[in-house]
């Protein structure tokens, strides 16, 4: 039986013009080459193959192959194929032979935000995969339901509850692709129901202030002072948004009489609180403060996210609605997150891996912490880490007016490190601190000790 053009060699797109097949395919293929479009060490498709594609003779694709080896566009080896050279591109005409450097990059940071990507547990999660994967029905593999695998959202719930004292069903969860999706997904339904405001913590991320801003919501400013952020006059406010297990970037918790507080303002007006968990996993002097929706799951919306437990390019998300909000309409009809990663990671909470995973994570950076607090007492004395042992950051306050001084002297020790400024909201009204958002879950183990002396180097 012939054989199928549709299974010979690779697919090359090319459109041969001019007064003859040969000439016309040596020009087309000498422009691609040309314009980049064939890259340098490109393996074409063979002589035999390519003509198939065209419907021309396979010999016109062989001339034309040898014409341009010949003009050293193109190589040809025994046993390599047809590639094109490496030499092939032109210099464009007016510029220096030499590439322009890229742009340099610090040799260490401390940069909040990210984990050590170092340990991300590779080996379980293929594992998990394989088995998730075989384990899939037919039709897990279809469009679904927008709120994400019922596989995913039934292990959540049994986590989200043992673990951080969620009250969750099933059918309350929406998976997203990370905390920003979901975030975004609240911040355009709110505005469609009428809100034009949202209360956030003083010092937050601007990147969370921006996203719903686009969204059309103002955001104000809850109070903040040294024991945390403070519900404060709420006339007018009909949503917030909170860190309250560990606020970030300020590190404390919120405290027990202004998490009644807020709650009790949710329930006397119908307000709506956005409770963003993003590292409740991670205590270190205590058991973790259990999640505020367990105070009223009515009023309540907890987010959650993999993105520090694991890896931030997962995209995994997930928010656990209460009643006064459907999944079906925050969803609308898009499909967030792929589903192979879904049932991945559902294997993954149900196996028990998450949890050894998260437990061996857990002692990683709590040593970190001690290790950054233990050499700030011997070599800076008169700096300290404030806020709980929690999470993947501390912030180091600094003495007053030095702060842009420091990030300034760490740049020159080739350390990228924020300051506490940048996250503060530009309406605040709390007098401004002085102090380094450090975040030490950021380096791999090998880096830790030469990112800790460069910041030691840094401080006054």
């Not at 499909?335 to 891996?353: K, M, N, P, W």
């Not at 990683?364 to 806020?387: F, H, N, Q, S, W």
Request: glycine residues 10%; contains cysteine; positive net charge.
């Amino acid at each position: 039986m012939a054989e199928s053009w549709a299974t010979l060699g690779i697919d090359l797109h090319l459109e041969p013009s001019g007064p003859g097949l040969r000439r016309g395919l040596t020009d087309a293929l000498r422009e691609a080459v040309r314009s980049g479009r064939l890259t340098a060490g490109t393996r074409l498709p063979s002589s035999r193959s390519l003509a198939a594609d065209l419907g021309i003779a396979r010999n016109t694709v062989a001339d034309a192959y040898a014409d341009l080896v010949a003009e050293g566009w193109l190589t040809a080896r025994q046993g390599s194929g047809t590639r094109v050279a490496e030499h092939a591109l032109p210099r464009p005409a007016g510029r220096s032979a030499r590439r322009p450097r890229p742009p340099g990059r610090p040799a260490y940071s401390l940069v909040p935000g990210n984990p050590d990507l170092a340990t991300f547990p590779r080996a379980e999660w293929l594992r998990a995969a394989r088995r998730a994967l075989a384990a899939a029905p037919n039709d897990a593999l279809g469009y679904g339901d927008p709120r994400g695998r019922v596989e995913l959202r039934t292990a959540l719930a049994g986590y989200l509850s043992r673990a951080r004292g969620v009250r969750a069903d099933p059918d309350r969860i929406l998976v997203c692709a990370g905390f920003t999706h979901g975030l975004r997904l609240l911040g355009e339904l709110l505005h469609a129901r009428g809100l034009r405001t949202l209360a956030v913590e003083s010092y937050s991320l601007d990147v969370h202030r921006d996203l719903v801003e686009r969204a059309g919501l103002r955001t104000v400013p809850l109070p903040f002072d040294e024991r945390g952020t403070r519900p404060g006059d709420l006339t007018g406010v009909r949503a917030m948004l909170l860190t309250p297990a560990h606020q970030f970037p300020m590190g404390v918790a919120l405290r027990p009489e202004h998490r009644a507080a807020v709650v009790d303002w949710a329930r006397r007006t119908g307000g709506l609180i956005l409770e963003d968990d993003y590292d409740g996993e991670f205590r270190y002097d205590r058991q973790p403060v259990g999640a505020l929706q367990d105070l009223d799951p009515e009023h309540v919306v907890y987010l959650g996210t993999a993105s520090k437990s694991l890896a931030p390019g997962l995209r995994l998300g997930w928010l656990v609605l209460p009643p006064s909000l459907d999944p079906q309409e925050v969803a609308g009809v898009g499909f967030a997150t792929g589903v192979l990663d879904q049932l991945t990671f559902a294997e993954f909470i149900t196996s028990g891996a998450y949890d050894r995973h998260v437990r061996a994570v857990r002692q990683r950076y709590r040593r970190r912490r001690d290790a950054l607090v233990a050499a700030l007492a011997d070599r800076a004395p008169g700096i300290r880490v404030t806020g709980i042992a929690a999470g993947l950051h501390a912030v180091v306050r600094l003495p007053p007016g030095t702060e842009q001084s420091v990030v300034r002297a760490a740049a020159w020790q080739g350390l990228a490190v924020q300051g506490l400024s940048r996250f503060r909201h530009e309406l605040a009204t709390a007098e401004p601190l002085d102090a380094l958002v450090v975040g030490y879950g950021t380096p791999s183990d090998h880096a830790w000790t030469g990112t800790l002396e460069a910041l030691l180097r840094a401080l006054p």
